[in-house]
Structures are given as C-alpha cells and as structure tokens.
C-alpha cells in the first residue's frame, strides 16, 4: 500500500492565482481531513470528509473548496491564493471515527 | 468547545536519559482518544502512541509511555532511554465520539542531544 500520497510536494504561486492540491489514499478509509501547519498554530482542520460525497468544514474553511467523488480522491482547491495561505498542508485519512489518522508527506506551498 | 494545550514549545534532553513532554486538554465529555504524533525534520506524521479514556491502564510502545490522568485532563508523554532519532515536533491530539474532527495542540519540539 502507498497509504497517503499528495502532490505536489511544493508549490510557488501568485497571489490571486488558482490550484488543487492532490490527495489519494489506498487503504479504502471512509473519513479524510486536510490540515494546515503554521508555525506555533499546530494542526488546523480545513475541512473533512466522512465518506464520498459528504464533506464538511473544519476550523479554518475560508478560500479553501473540496469535493468527495470517489472514497480514494479528496483534492483541495484554492479558488484565488493569498499570501496568508502560504503554509504547509496535510491530508489524513483514518477508517472510522476515533480511529488513528495516516498522515500524508505534505505540500509546501508559498503564496507571492 | 475542546482545546489541547502543549505549554512546552521547546525541549532538550541528553542521549539516553528520560523526558516528558507535556498535554492538557479540556472536555466534557466521558468518552474519547488521545494521540501522540511525532513529526521528524522529514515532515511525516507519525502515531507515537494511543490513549482509549475508558481504559485506566496507560499505554506503553517500547521506549515510549504516557501518564493518563483523567481527572487532571493531563496526557503526558515519557520517552525513555532517548535517541537521536526521537529528535521531532511532538503532537497532543484529541478526538471524541459524536464528531470526526481531531484536535491538535502546538507541539512541543524535543531535540536530544549527543
């Protein structure tokens, strides 16, 4: 198994300017999550997923859409990048609730 | 609303000798998880050790334990006989039945020194 796979693994991009970061997991885990990580903040949920088609916003959602189409795929996009979302972004996933997360390598990405 | 609390930003500790690294959490629940991440300079997440909170007894994996203190709302995690590649960012983390969010503190940066 790959477990969590996400790319790119770094990104530069203007301000105002669109992307989606890739997530796929092959462990057949109904939940998924995207975090972002800034320094002294810890983990932050974006928004997470309890099963295709079913997604919901975390902590921090603004600037951030996701879809759930298939159990593997959870992407995230961001609509118009801003400098402040220039962080490091983990996808997780876990099979059911309380379980333990599998983490993904995660991408840099840095915002102009 | 759950919060977790890591009040130690940074920590050093000699190869081979023991420490703990700090968590509280606040709750009003009876029921719920408590995790211990670590995050090494390569950035993988990775599950130290897992807490059940209707379990009394502690966890234990190898080198590494924790001391539950449920009244205390007090998760801490004793790495003993350390090496230099326990060397991360440790990561507090809580869930609760009810929600599928996980909640994560700041972290707490250990490095062991040679």
């Known amino acids: 198994n790959a477990g969590v796979t996400q790319t790119p693994k770094f990104q530069v991009l203007k301000t105002g300017q669109s992307m989606t970061l890739q997530c796929a997991q092959d462990?057949?885990?109904?939940?998924m999550s995207w975090y972002r990580q800034d320094p002294g903040m810890g983990l932050r949920l974006i928004h997470y997923s309890v099963g295709a088609g079913i997604t919901d916003q975390g902590e921090v959602p603004n600037g951030y859409n996701v879809s759930r189409s298939t159990t593997e795929d959870f992407p995230l996009r961001l609509l118009s990048a801003a400098p402040s979302q220039t962080s490091v972004y983990f996808c997780?996933?876990?099979?059911?609730?309380?379980?333990?997360?599998?983490f993904g390598p995660g991408t840099r990405l840095l915002v102009l | 609303a759950q919060t977790v609390t890591q009040s130690q930003p940074e920590m050093s500790v000699q190869e081979a000798e023991t420490v703990t690294l700090s968590c509280t959490y606040d709750?009003?629940?009876?029921?719920?998880?408590l995790f211990w991440y670590k995050q090494p300079p390569s950035r993988q997440m990775i599950l130290v050790i897992r807490?059940?909170?209707?379990?009394?007894q502690n966890a234990t994996e190898n080198r590494f334990s924790v001391n539950f203190q449920k009244a205390a709302k007090s998760f801490s995690l004793k790495i003993s006989d350390s090496q230099l590649g326990d060397t991360a960012m440790y990561f507090c983390a809580f869930t609760r039945t009810g929600t599928y969010k996980y909640i994560f503190g700041t972290g707490t940066r250990l490095k062991v020194l040679a």
């Open positions: 462990m057949n885990h109904e939940y």
């Open positions: 709750t009003s629940e009876s029921n719920y998880y």
């Open positions: 997780a996933s876990h099979p059911g609730a309380l379980e333990t997360q599998y």
């Open positions: 807490q059940e909170a209707y379990k009394q």
